[in-house]
């Protein structure tokens, strides 16, 4: 079975500082893992996904996040932030194959950026 | 613009009554999904459906329905059956991209129950 562990539901940086929200997952076969981002009463957004092709994943707005087998992790950077990175990111991973392959999801990191 | 739409956006039921969200895509895709998101608890999914007249139980169907006639659309009823219906939930939908399944998201429904 997969699961998401998200250290730290809330996160607060101040302006221009790094961000770096954590993700661990736990899977039996070699993941698929994303990150999404969620706007207050809206749906998700993708940010970023790992399909098993290069560890450094750059995705939208600046994020990255880098994949490490061997520490099951897939944590989210962004070197500078800005007030509109404020949001709650969800770690997401799939396994499995087919068309419908699920996503577990982690519990979220809301991320308060201070001015 | 491609898409998945939900509606209501907001909705509001009486105690024992059965109420239906709308979920539709015109993303061509074939697979949908139904979450259901609570304060703390991430994403949930409530069921799923690969194909059209199919879908499968998630790990909380209990007190949910949904029907797949149309490769379109995919409505959740949240029936009286359902203890605790409140919560904000989310329709998706997946394609395959290289393999990938990727989801892509509605704007969500948040349900209250009076």
């Known amino acids: 079975a997969q699961s998401v562990t998200q250290l730290g539901s809330h996160v607060s940086v101040s302006e221009g500082a790094l961000v770096l929200l954590r993700c661990n997952y736990s899977s039996s076969v070699p993941p698929y893992l994303f990150w999404y981002v969620q706007y207050p009463n809206q749906g998700l957004q993708l940010l970023l996904k790992y399909t098993s092709a290069a560890t450094l994943v750059k995705g939208i707005n600046g994020f990255e996040a880098e994949f490490k087998k061997s520490e099951t992790s897939f944590h989210l950077t962004k070197p500078s932030a800005h007030m509109s990175d404020a949001a709650e990111y969800f770690c997401?991973?799939?396994?499995?194959?087919?068309?419908?392959?699920?996503?577990?999801f982690g519990s979220g990191t809301q991320l308060t950026v201070l001015p | 613009d491609g898409g998945i739409t939900q509606s209501p956006k907001y909705l509001f039921r009486k105690e024992g009554q059965n109420v239906t969200l709308s979920c539709e895509q015109n993303?061509?895709?074939?697979?949908m999904y139904w979450y259901r998101q609570d304060p703390g608890q991430g994403l949930r999914l409530i069921y799923y459906?690969?194909?059209?007249?199919?879908?499968q139980k998630g790990d909380i169907a209990e007190g949910y329905s949904v029907s797949r006639e149309k490769k379109e659309s995919f409505p959740l009823t949240v029936t009286s059956a359902q203890k605790n219906p409140t919560a904000f939930y989310l329709c998706?939908?997946?394609?395959?991209?290289?393999?990938?399944?990727?989801?892509?998201f509605g704007p969500g429904t948040r349900l209250t129950v009076l």
């Open positions: 997401a991973v799939s396994e499995g194959y087919g068309s419908a392959r699920q996503l577990t």
């Open positions: 998706a939908s997946s394609g395959l991209s290289g393999g990938v399944n990727e989801q892509f």
């Open positions: 459906s690969q194909i059209v007249n199919d879908f």
């Open positions: 993303l061509n895709h074939d697979a």
